[in-house]
């Protein structure tokens, strides 16, 4: 059982490109997460997923950013007219249900 | 909202010594994790601590739950090179159907020889 995938692993974009970010869950994983760690502190929630449905979003940005888990394919963060800023580590995490989530490798995204 | 603060941020220590990383948070949880991050790595998960009074270890870490006091402690014992890492303590936060993880800022360990 392949743990949850994320890619790509880094990603450059200039300011004001688009970037798109996925993670496939865990096989029978339903719930995705999406955290942002940004250089040298904690990860921060940014939104709760499950197939088809944003269960929570309070940690999104207002503008330029958003999420999707379809019901086929992986979940995507996406981010559009990317700020410097928006340079971090984008984490995605899955869990069945009421348990412990397992996190991907990370999308380390750099906005030059 | 749920607040979680991690102390002391930053640890340098010597082989051999023991010292404590601690973690309180500021309303009820159901579950607190503690994670080791090396640089430029994912989180790897290193205890999960369901109840009042659990106790967990592993190798020279040991992890402990206080839920009254809402106060989880890491203890490493002996320190050794390969310790050093930066470790999260992370609560579960259940709020209006939605669930998620707050973590706190981090304690970045470093062991020298």
């Known amino acids: 059982n392949a743990g949850v995938m994320q890619n790509p692993r880094h990603l450059v974009r200039r300011r004001g490109q688009e970037a798109r970010l996925r993670c496939s869950p865990m096989k029978g994983h339903s719930h995705v997460y999406w955290y942002r760690q940004l250089p040298e502190e904690g990860l921060k929630f940014m939104v709760y997923l499950q197939k088809e449905n944003i269960i929570d979003e309070s940690g999104m940005p207002k503008e330029r950013f958003s999420a999707e888990f379809p019901k086929e394919g992986p979940s995507i963060l996406r981010i559009q007219q990317v700020v410097r800023g928006d340079s971090a580590a984008y984490f995605c995490?899955?869990?069945?249900?009421?348990?412990?989530?397992?996190f991907g490798q990370g999308t380390r995204l750099t906005v030059v | 909202e749920l607040k979680v603060e991690q102390n002391p941020l930053f640890l340098s220590m010597q082989e051999g010594k023991n010292y404590t990383i601690y973690c309180n948070y500021s309303t009820t949880s159901d579950r607190l994790y503690w994670y080791r991050q090396d640089p430029g790595k994912s989180l790897e998960s290193l205890f999960v601590?369901?109840?009042?009074?659990a106790v967990k270890q592993e190798g020279r870490l040991m992890a402990s739950l206080d839920t009254k006091a809402r106060l989880s402690t890491l203890h490493i014992t002996a320190a050794v090179h390969d310790l050093s890492a930066t470790y999260f303590c992370a609560v579960e936060y259940t709020q209006g159907g939605s669930e998620k993880l707050v973590f706190g800022k981090g304690t970045k360990l470093t062991v020298n020889p």
């Open positions: 601590l369901l109840s009042n009074g």
């Open positions: 995490a899955s869990s069945p249900f009421n348990t412990e989530a397992f």
